[in-house]
C-alpha cells in the first residue's frame, strides 16, 4: 500500500486564483471555503445547501435557512402576508420605474453578485408575482407595499457583499 504524501504547495496554487476568468471556482477546508468570482477572493463559512424552502412573512424577523434574516425597519409589518422563497431560476422581475421585466439572474449578474450568494437570495412575492428581490429590487408593487407602511425592507447577510482580498494574476 501506497503511504500519504506531504508534497510543498504553494498559496498560489492553494488559493482559487489561476481558474479561468469564467469560472467560479472554491477551495473547502474544515470551516472555511475559499472563492474567486470577478478577480477577487473571499474566504468565509462554508454555506448552507440549497433548500427548496418557502414560508409567509409579515415583516418581522425572519431567519432563512442559509443564516441569513429579512425583516423590515422598525415595528411596522405588512397588512398581508407576503411569501418568501430562495431562489430555484427563471424568475423575472418589473423593477420599479421600469417599462419591460427583466431575468433575476442578469440583473443579479450586472450588479456583481457573486454566484454564491445568488442561490440563497431571498425572493418575496404577493400571490403569484414576485415584488422584490432581497433588499436590492422592488418591483412597482413591491415599492408601493413598503412605501405603504412607511419603511425598508432589509436582507442581512452573512456572506461578504465586498470582497476580502484582490486576486493577482
Same mark, same amino acid.
Given at each position: 500500500? %501506497?503511504?500519504?504524501?506531504?508534497? &510543498? @504547495?504553494?498559496?498560489?496554487? %492553494? ?6 476568468? !469564467?469560472?467560479? &471556482?472554491?477551495?473547502?477546508?474544515? $470551516? ?22 418557502? /414560508?409567509?412573512?409579515? +415583516? #418581522?424577523?425572519?431567519?432563512?435557512? !442559509?443564516?441569513? #434574516? ?8 405588512? !397588512?398581508? &402576508? ?6 430555484? +431560476? $427563471?424568475?423575472? =422581475? ?18 456583481? =453578485? &457573486? ?14 408575482? @414576485? ?6 429590487? @422592488? ?12 419603511? %425598508? =425592507?432589509?436582507? /442581512? #447577510? ?6 476580502? =482580498?484582490?486576486?493577482?494574476?
Amino acid at each position: 500500500t %501506497a503511504t500519504p504524501g506531504i508534497y &510543498p @504547495l504553494s498559496l498560489h496554487d %492553494a488559493l482559487p486564483i489561476s481558474a479561468a476568468p !469564467d469560472r467560479s &471556482p472554491c477551495v473547502r477546508w474544515a $470551516g472555511c471555503e475559499i472563492r474567486r468570482y470577478r478577480d477577487f477572493i473571499y474566504a468565509m463559512a462554508p454555506l448552507a445547501a440549497d433548500s427548496d424552502w418557502e /414560508t409567509e412573512w409579515n +415583516g #418581522s424577523e425572519l431567519r432563512l435557512p !442559509d443564516g441569513t #434574516s429579512l425583516s423590515v425597519r422598525g415595528e411596522t409589518r405588512f !397588512d398581508a &402576508p407576503l411569501r418568501v422563497r430562495n431562489r430555484r +431560476g $427563471g424568475e423575472r =422581475i418589473k423593477p420599479a420605474g421600469h417599462a419591460h421585466h427583466r431575468d433575476v439572474r442578469l440583473l443579479l449578474q450586472e450588479s456583481g =453578485i &457573486p454566484p454564491w450568494t445568488r442561490i440563497h437570495l431571498p425572493l418575496i412575492f404577493e400571490g403569484n408575482d @414576485l415584488i422584490g428581490v432581497a433588499d436590492m429590487v @422592488l418591483s412597482d408593487r413591491g415599492h408601493a407595499l413598503v412605501t405603504q407602511v412607511g419603511t %425598508a =425592507i432589509v436582507w /442581512t #447577510s452573512t456572506t461578504p457583499r465586498a470582497p476580502l =482580498i484582490p486576486a493577482s494574476r
